[in-house]
């Protein structure tokens, strides 16, 4: 599976984006797709996951109520909308893909995009 994200940019604070990870090859419904992100200076940490087969979502505390996660079967595209960001959410946001299905441990996922740099000013 090759995952490629897009959809990064500057936003002001409150502002919103919508950032996309289109995925090539198969995807089973007992897989999932998370997004995560890394800060500099930290360590990569965990924002949300869909499983892929019944679209149900888990979010990290940090981000629950303003993100949401979502995918498009027929594109093989997982959507992460973004709402009411904050300065504190710039990072650099990566989807990956897990085989083994839920998970908020970045070691379960296999494959990874290549990052897409949100950037909320003040």
């Known amino acids: 599976v090759q995952l490629q994200a897009s959809g990064g940019g500057l936003v002001q604070a409150g502002g919103s984006l919508r950032l996309s990870c289109a995925a090539s090859?198969?995807?089973?419904?007992?897989?999932?797709m998370g997004w995560f992100r890394q800060s500099p200076g930290k360590e990569r940490e965990f924002v949300g996951l869909?499983?892929?087969?019944?679209?149900?979502?888990i979010y990290a505390d940090s981000v629950k109520g303003r993100f949401t996660i979502s995918r498009d079967k027929a594109e093989n595209t997982v959507y992460l909308q973004m709402n009411s960001l904050k300065p504190e959410d710039t990072a650099v946001y990566y989807c990956?893909?897990?085989?083994?299905?839920?998970?908020?441990?970045?070691?379960?996922?296999?494959?990874w995009g290549q990052g897409t740099l949100v950037t909320v000013s003040s």
């Open positions: 990956g893909f897990s085989p083994r299905g839920a998970s908020w441990y970045d070691r379960e996922y296999s494959f």
């Open positions: 090859g198969r995807i089973y419904s007992s897989h999932a």
């Open positions: 869909i499983r892929w087969g019944a679209g149900t979502t």
